[in-house]
């Protein structure tokens, strides 16, 4: 198979990742706990180190303000629902998933909130001025994507978080589609709250995923229990990371988003960015060349990551993406990627797109034979 459906989540994932699972697997899988036995300081140890390293990558501001999640949908629920109180209104942007539009169009659905959703440009950019002019005294929180899961376009994220802060307005950014791939320094770009998988380009496997929390604003807890630690208390310690991640933690999921984090150090994050660019650059060349083929959004390379939708005149997305599996043993992603604003805006609603999102250990010859398989199904 050739897997070319990375934004979804990573395939294959570095051998250290493997090689870390196994062996937490065997000889360190104990609940962790920061009083306990040495196993569980063994499983506690590796939560620890991952934090660090997280607080490095995205330069926040303490490894204990990086809280482990199931995937970034729990981080960004994990978000909405210790942040907005009843009568907030949020700014958001068609550019989202649903994992921030439906928990956000719940809420305004039971009158608890109001909702402004900013339209991209025709080529998948947000104006941050746009955003400014959004703004009103209710306004507590931007909630918008860092990159888009089905054009690939960067967000100019810096230049919101500067008008968040200006507007006392909490930042939330959704890093799916960038983490690991895109530098992101949350002080500098003011970002309050990151939300990410650990699955896609952290190389972890799923069930990963972690919220990161500034100490400017105040979250209330949502998923309360055992911690590990301060067991006498009542209620949840207010100690972060504590404070957010009752219950027992997927350790064994953090022991492979450990290695995947280490290899993303060895390899070099702006390598791995520019192989995958490398590709969808190879991957433009062929679309163009076949006809009734339309790509969506910019082609601007330096503001983008590497995910490339495309719908065709003559054959549907799902049909194509059925016969590039069954018939050719190539992954592609077929439909709305969970992105319904964006493919309204792009006119490829409610058929969706055909996304193909190259990662690290895909190489030019896997376009080639996409590019082959299009050409010998277009011309059909
Ligand atoms: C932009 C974006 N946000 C959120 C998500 C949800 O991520 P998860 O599946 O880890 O919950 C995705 C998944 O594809 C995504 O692309």
Redo the contacts with the bound molecule.
């Keep these: 198979m050739i897997y070319l459906d990375n ?3 990573s395939f294959p994932k570095p051998e250290p990742v493997y090689l870390a699972l196994d062996a937490f697997a065997r000889t360190s899988l104990a609940n962790p706990g920061r009083a306990g036995h040495k196993m569980a300081l063994a499983a506690e140890r590796i939560l620890d180190d991952s934090r660090h390293r997280l607080n490095q990558l995205l330069n926040g501001e303490s490894p204990e303000r990086f809280v482990f999640t ?7 629920n994990m978000a909405f629902k210790g942040v907005l109180v009843d009568g907030d209104h949020v700014i958001t942007t068609d ?6 539009s439906r928990p956000l169009r719940a809420l305004e659905l039971a009158g608890r909130i109001t909702v402004t959703r900013i339209p991209a440009d025709g080529e998948g950019t947000i104006d941050p001025d746009a955003i400014r002019r959004a703004i009103v005294p209710r306004t507590r929180l931007i909630a918008m ?5 089905v054009l690939g376009t960067v967000q100019p994220i810096a230049e919101v978080g500067a008008i968040a802060r200006t507007s006392d307005v909490i930042l939330l950014v ?1 890093a ?2 960038t983490v690991g791939l895109l530098p992101i320094d949350v002080r500098a770009m003011g970002i309050d709250l990151l ?6 380009a952290l190389y972890g496997p ?1 069930g990963t ?1 972690a919220l990161y929390v500034g100490s400017r604003i105040q979250v209330r807890a949502w998923r309360e229990g055992g911690t590990g630690g301060d067991s006498a208390s009542e209620t949840q310690p207010t100690e972060f990371p504590y404070f957010l991640e009752g219950g027992t933690p997927n350790v064994l999921g953090v022991a492979g988003l450990n290695a995947g984090l280490v290899w993303i150090g060895e390899r070099g994050m702006d390598k791995i960015h520019h192989h995958e660019l490398d590709l969808v650059q190879a991957l433009w060349t062929a679309l163009d060349d076949l006809p009734g083929l339309r790509v969506l959004g910019h082609r601007d390379l330096s503001r983008r990551v590497a995910t490339v939708s495309f719908v065709s005149e003559a054959i549907s997305a799902a049909e194509l993406g059925g016969i590039l599996d069954q018939s050719f043993e190539i992954a592609v992603r077929p439909g709305l ?3 319904p604003y964006i493919h309204r805006a792009c006119g490829s609603f409610p058929e969706g797109a055909v996304r193909v999102s190259p990662g690290p250990f895909n190489t030019r010859e896997d376009i080639d034979c996409l590019a082959s398989a299009l050409r010998e199904i277009v011309s059909l």
Excluded: I, M
């Design positions: 934004a979804a989540t199931l995937n970034c949908t729990d981080a960004l550019l989202e998933h649903n994992s921030v994507t860092h990159a888009s899961n959704d799916a589609q939300a990410f998988p650990g699955h896609k799923t995923g990627h969970c992105a």
